[in-house]
């Protein structure tokens, strides 16, 4: 599809990829299937949620048991629709200790009184905002509770070693908020948000978890 | 980009409209065009033959949206890729490619067919509960009158599309009586009667879909059998069977279905119903229910 309102990138090309498993190395799996397609100057983006898949991070509900601590929170909406259900509450206290979820929502509070929003994620960790609740994310994994990846700036830097191309890790939600959790060239991401704006990544019908810009040959 | 042979990145099917028409169209995405043959092996079979590589992953996607029943990507021998596309009908269809990039290869294939099955055919969408009827609660407190809104609302727009007419109970928070939903099926004289719910159930284990129908209208159950083999293929949750529902026997001669797609108070269930998603799947797999089910009707009265 061609970018109407900047021309870094020629085109966007999403990569129809098989269902990613914790067997799967992300770094290889992005080689693979960009090969003859990203080289130099192009720049390979993958969805947060199969990176963390691929790292072993998508966990069944049924296997976590939520504390009373988890239930209580879970309660609360308002955090953006994420950690709404007790496990996911209880994998996020595992994932950043329980006085920092507490200062989070004690934050949150605050930020409610001030009609401020995210200040929970601000001082909680970032990373929480990147769990996927059960049904965030796509067939198989509908059932799973996502967690955020881990070390997303060594992957994307063992992308640009291993394929040459730049390489971005990337979350897009329906309200076409684009967040970028690694990228390996910082002065690409205002196009690069700009390009994945309307979530190219796709729903489970469309499943491209890997996606190719491609840098416009006119330019520099 | 690469000297060599063009590589297929993507494929997907999807339906788009075009002078008052609505067309089925499989879309193959490439890095550049390539040279392709198509191929008939046999009726409702048709497989485009490309010589290019794929990075894209060779597997199946059930599409079922009525006229494209699948699509499958194989790899035969380096260098050539094999696109087959499994058709519920022969239907006029013709292929085109769109110069962009990713470059396109387009299959497409007239939907009149479905029009011509849906054409007369009045469908009332029951959104069940609404107002101060708030339904059942899931845990993550998601309520039943929401979500059955949100189905019907999609499935109003499918089955539009596909040609029928319909006709929703309620359009807004408000409370019906069951009364008055039967009596807008009797008046507007329509062949179904579809009433959206979800299941509920004190054990939080208890998962999956069911649907009901009214057991004084003998091909209701056909009808319910077919739609719940769609809704459990297509959304991917488990069948808790068919049964009939004395609540719907008012309705005479109109086949009237109950239909829960899943379970509210399992609450990966009440995940999926948030889910617009799964929405869209349930309604596809209602309306292709719909399908067989008219499809068979005509066939019947043809034979008589
Ligand atoms: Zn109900």
Not at chain 1, 78 to 102: F, H
Not at chain 2, 162 to 172: N, Y
């Amino acid at each position: 599809m061609p970018l109407e309102n900047d021309r870094i990138f020629e085109g966007r090309i999403p990569i129809r990829t098989h269902v990613f498993s914790d067997r799967d190395d992300i770094v290889e799996m992005a080689k693979k299937y960009t090969e003859g397609i990203a080289g130099p100057g192009d720049v390979i983006c993958l969805a947060e949620s199969v990176v963390a898949i691929t790292q072993g991070r998508a966990i069944l509900p049924a296997t976590v048991k939520p504390g009373f601590l988890a239930r209580f929170l879970s309660l609360f909406p308002g955090k953006d629709g994420s950690l709404a259900t007790p496990p996911a509450m209880q994998l996020a206290i595992n994932e950043v200790g329980m006085p920092r979820i507490l200062l989070g929502c004690a934050a949150a509070a605050v930020g409610k009184l001030l009609r401020k929003r995210g200040w929970f994620y601000l001082v909680a960790g970032r990373q929480l905002a990147y769990i996927d609740d059960v049904a965030g994310t796509m067939y198989p994994y509908e059932k799973h509770i996502i967690l955020g990846p881990k070390e997303p700036q060594k992957v994307v830097n063992l992308i640009k070693q291993a394929t040459g191309a730049e390489a971005v890790i990337a979350d897009v939600n329906d309200l076409h908020r684009v967040d970028i959790i690694g990228i390996t060239n910082p002065d690409l991401e205002v196009h690069v948000v700009e390009a994945l704006r309307d979530n190219p990544f796709g729903n489970d019908d469309q499943q491209t978890p890997i996606v190719v810009l491609k840098r416009s040959k006119t330019q520099d | 980009m690469s000297n060599g042979l063009a590589r297929i990145t993507n494929w997907y099917c999807r339906l788009t409209e075009e002078g008052g028409q609505t067309f089925s169209e499989v879309v193959i995405e490439s890095t550049s065009p390539f040279p392709y043959r198509i191929e008939r092996p046999g009726p409702g079979t048709l497989v485009l033959v490309a010589e290019a590589l794929a990075n894209a992953h060779p597997d199946t996607i059930i599409v079922d949206d009525g006229l494209v029943d699948e699509v499958s990507l194989t790899i035969p021998r380096t260098g050539e890729v094999e696109a087959q596309v499994k058709l519920e009908a022969d239907v006029v269809w013709e292929h085109r490619t769109q110069n962009s990039l990713p470059f396109k290869t387009i299959l497409r294939f007239e939907r009149s067919i479905l029009t011509k099955i849906f054409s007369h055919k009045t469908i009332v969408i029951d959104p069940g509960h609404g107002g101060a009827d708030f339904g059942y609660r899931g845990p993550v407190s998601l309520r039943e009158k929401q979500v059955t809104l949100k189905m019907a609302t999609v499935l109003n727009e499918i089955l539009r599309s596909f040609g029928a007419e319909t006709f929703l109970t309620r359009q807004q928070d408000v409370s019906l009586s069951w009364q008055e939903r039967l009596n807008l099926a009797r008046q507007k004289k329509a062949e179904v009667f579809i009433s959206l719910h979800t299941h509920w159930a004190p054990d939080a284990k208890i998962n999956g879909a069911a649907v009901f129908y009214n057991p004084i209208m003998p091909q209701s159950e056909g009808l319910a059998r077919e739609i719940l083999a769609r809704i459990t293929r297509k959304g991917k949750v488990t069948g808790r069977g068919i049964a009939p529902s004395w609540s719907l026997t008012e309705l005479g001669r109109i086949a009237g279905l109950i239909i829960e797609p899943a379970t509210i108070s399992n609450w990966v269930e009440e995940g999926l119903f948030r889910s617009p998603d799964f929405h869209r799947k349930i309604a596809y797999g209602i309306a292709v229910g719909l399908e067989k089910y008219f499809a068979q009707q005509e066939g019947a009265s043809y034979a008589s």
